[in-house]
């Protein structure tokens, strides 16, 4: 007799709270192999899986208690009302990051009277970013660069998938871009200090790309070459968005203020009430 919903449920969230991974990975893996919203699945709890539905959630499962994060094993994530595709080329894009997204949108559209602005979304990784911003203010003429291939293309994918015209570039940084002049750079640089590796959970440091995850100078190495590199390149009015570890917001505060002295520049927290962005508005 096939298992029930709720019984695969409570029996791989089990598994998983044993060997001390997210429980609640069973259930966004259950949602993706009913194909069924959170409301629906609790709705039919009591129905049984198929024989394909029963194999299919227990063949991933198998994945989810070997440490793969479900978003892996799935091979999507959500982000800013947009689906994306994610595997091990990538980042698995993060609710904080969403936040960078918002302010960033809020704060360009106060500051440019202008609908035509040229962003540029550097280490794009998944391509959430530039394809969320693009889908929100389709005016922009929105570039993203990374310096992984494999990213790349994952990014290629989503753009194309959510319908968004953004202009890929291969490159370190803003190496790609320095030949333009831009309203509005994003970046969500790697930005864990190497030491803080032995701190985090096996599932993160064993899956995500190390390149997207850590970074020298105790992880203030891309924020120092970002802010080295970016004044020639932005223009007047512009602003700048990046994402920051919740210890690094005076450093990278520091850092800006040493690039942009003339600028107005807010470490701004996350809905946690930790420092999370760092905005910089550079103005005439």
């Known amino acids: 007799?096939?298992?029930?919903?709720?019984?695969?449920?409570?029996?791989?969230?089990?598994?998983?709270?044993?060997?001390?991974?997210?429980?609640?990975?069973?259930?966004?893996?259950?949602?993706?192999?009913?194909?069924?919203?959170?409301?629906?699945?609790?709705?039919?709890?009591?129905?049984?899986?198929?024989?394909?539905?029963?194999?299919?959630?227990?063949?991933?499962?198998?994945?989810?208690?070997e440490g793969r994060p479900v978003?892996?094993?799935i091979g999507e994530e959500g982000f800013y009302g947009y689906t994306f595709k994610v595997d091990e080329n990538v980042l698995i894009p993060r609710p904080e990051t969403e936040e960078l997204v918002h302010g960033a949108i809020e704060r360009s559209r106060k500051l440019f009277s202008h609908k035509s602005i040229d962003v540029a979304d550097i280490g794009t990784g998944s391509g959430a970013i530039a394809v969320s911003f693009k889908k929100e203010w389709p005016e922009a003429s929105v570039t993203a660069t990374d310096i992984s291939e494999g990213a790349l293309t994952i990014a290629k994918h989503n753009a194309q998938a959510n319908g968004a015209d953004v202009n890929f570039l291969q490159g370190d940084l803003t190496t790609p871009i320095a030949g333009d002049k831009w309203d509005v750079v994003l970046s969500n640089p790697p930005y864990i200090a190497?030491?803080?590796?032995?701190?985090?959970?096996?599932?993160?440091?064993?899956?995500?790309?190390?390149?997207?995850?850590?970074a020298d100078e105790d992880g203030l190495h891309f924020y120092r070459r970002l802010a080295e590199t970016l004044p020639p390149l932005m223009k007047k009015p512009s602003f700048i968005a990046v994402e920051i570890g919740y210890l690094q917001g005076p450093a990278v505060h520091d850092l800006f203020t040493k690039s942009f002295p003339e600028a107005?520049?807010?470490?701004?927290?996350?809905?946690?009430?930790?420092d999370r962005m760092i905005f910089c508005e550079i103005h005439e």
């Open 194 to 214: 190497r030491d803080e590796a032995v701190l985090m959970s096996g599932t993160v440091v064993d899956h995500e790309p190390h390149s997207a995850l850590f």
């Open 71 to 73: 978003q892996y094993v």
């Open 1 to 65: 007799m096939t298992e029930k919903v709720y019984e695969a449920l409570q029996r791989a969230s089990s598994l998983l709270g044993q060997k001390g991974f997210e429980p609640n990975a069973a259930q966004l893996l259950m949602e993706f192999v009913t194909n069924k919203s959170r409301a629906s699945l609790f709705a039919d709890l009591r129905e049984p899986l198929t024989a394909e539905q029963h194999k299919d959630f227990w063949d991933k499962a198998a994945e989810l208690l």
């Open 264 to 274: 107005v520049i807010e470490t701004v927290k996350d809905i946690n009430g930790k």
